[in-house]
Each structure stands twice: as structure tokens, then as C-alpha cells.
């Protein structure tokens, strides 16, 4: 799982850790709904392995809660042959939705795959809970910087070069929400990397996990990962 806070740098990690490590099936809720506006279809063996179709769909609407979505929209999705097409126009809920439902599919396979995540709700927590049960591997990549003003800007300047936009008050709030998490996530993980990415020419690693052995790299840990995670872990 690549979670952290809009505007951290969580695309950039992962181009950079796809060049040296299977990440296996990615779903991106972002690139999901950039096929749908650009394309109008997604190829769904992009996303899983094995073929779906309308009534798997339709399953997963029934036990999954998407009260921020209006239902029409999810009941104008079609899948035939493997590809799925949206005849309403795509927003950023109904890509989270399908990209939930393609997370869902993967969890009962045993294939190996990743997402990523701002991880503000904790049902992002659950599901890296539930895949450990399932008996994967569960890898941890978490990035932030130390003051959402700085998410905000960098969020700016990707709208100047035709990246999408997230409101200033969403920023903040998934934000700390996001923090609020860190710990349960961590926790969780058999393996975490924990970045700070403040400095936009710089992206360092300072917390390592593998199993129940933590290292820290680096003498200066930033505020927001002494408050979020290391307090957390003295005081259990």
C-alpha cells in the first residue's frame, strides 16, 4: 500500500520503486478516472487477473457502502468481455468505487498487487488488515511532508502542468485524518518505509519496520512522525 496525504509525492515513489521491485497489479483510483474521461473503457485484465463481469459487478455493489455515490451512476457501469464502460460522465467517487471493486477482486486471488492510497478512512486500514489474513505479504510505503500548506502548493503547481486539483479544505482534512492512521497501518505491515518528502528536491527515508524490528535512519525525525508513530509505539 502507497498511502499518504495529497500532494506528498506518492506517484513519484512509485515509479521509482516499480524500477527495482514487482509491485504486481497497481489500481490508482486517479488513473482509473483519467481512462474513463480520456478513453471511455478500461481493459479490466489491466487491473486483475482473472476475467469479470457484469454480475461480479453488481455483487459488489450490493455489499459495498457508497453513500457518497449517487446509484444510478454506479448502475450505468457495464462490463462485457473483461471491459468495463461508463455511460454517465466519470467523477472522482465512481473511480474510487471501481477502484475499490478492483481491490476487492484482487484480495481473492493470489496474486501480487498494490494501490495507492491518501488512506483518510479507515476502511483503507481494514483492507491492508484483511489481506494479511488472506495471507499475503502486507508492505507499508508512507509519504508526507510536515505541514499540508506545503501539500497545497505543490498540489498548485501540478494543476499548472494539467494535474488534477484537490480543494485546499479536503487537503487539510484528508491530511490529518491520514495521519491519525499512520500508526494502525504501521503497525499492521510486515514490512513499512516511512519518507519525508518537505523538501521537494529531496525524498528521505527515516523509518524502517520488517516484522517487529523498527530502525530509525536518520538523528533528525521530523516532528509530525516523532507525534504520529514513534510516541504511539513507546506508549503501547
Known amino acids: 500500500m502507497f498511502a499518504g496525504p495529497n500532494g506528498s509525492g506518492k506517484s513519484t515513489l512509485i515509479e521509482d520503486v516499480k524500477k527495482h521491485y514487482n509491485v504486481g497489479y497497481f489500481v490508482n483510483a486517479d488513473i482509473i478516472e483519467k481512462q474513463l474521461k480520456t478513453q471511455g473503457f478500461i481493459n479490466c485484465e489491466e487491473y486483475v487477473p482473472t476475467p ?14 457508497n453513500k457518497q455515490i449517487d446509484k444510478q451512476k454506479l448502475q450505468s457501469i457495464v462490463i462485457t468481455d473483461n471491459i468495463l464502460v461508463l455511460n454517465t460522465p466519470i467523477d472522482s467517487y465512481i473511480a474510487a468505487s471501481i477502484a475499490n471493486f478492483f481491490r476487492q477482486i484482487l484480495l481473492c486471488t493470489e496474486s501480487t498487487f498494490s494501490f495507492e492510497t491518501v488512506m483518510s478512512h479507515p476502511s483503507k486500514v481494514e483492507f491492508l488488515k484483511n489481506v494479511k489474513k488472506q495471507g499475503f505479504k502486507t508492505y507499508l510505503y508512507f509519504v508526507s511532508t510536515r ?90
Request: hydrophobic share 40%.
Open 52 to 65: 469479470i463481469t457484469q454480475y461480479d459487478w453488481e455483487s459488489f455493489q450490493l455489499n459495498a457502502e
Open 147 to 236: 505541514d499540508p500548506k506545503i501539500n497545497i502548493e505543490r498540489i498548485g503547481l501540478r494543476v499548472t502542468k494539467g494535474g488534477h486539483n484537490v480543494l485546499e479544505k479536503k487537503v487539510i482534512e484528508r491530511y490529518y485524518r491520514s495521519m491519525e492512521l499512520l500508526f494502525e497501518a504501521f503497525m499492521i505491515a510486515d514490512r513499512a518505509f516511512i519518507f519525508d518528502t518537505t523538501f521537494s528536491d529531496k525524498r528521505s527515508l527515516l523509518i524502517e519496520k520488517k516484522g517487529t524490528e523498527m530502525k530509525i535512519l536518520q538523528d533528525v525525525i521530523p516532528e509530525w512522525i516523532h507525534r504520529y508513530l514513534i510516541e504511539k509505539i513507546e506508549n503501547i
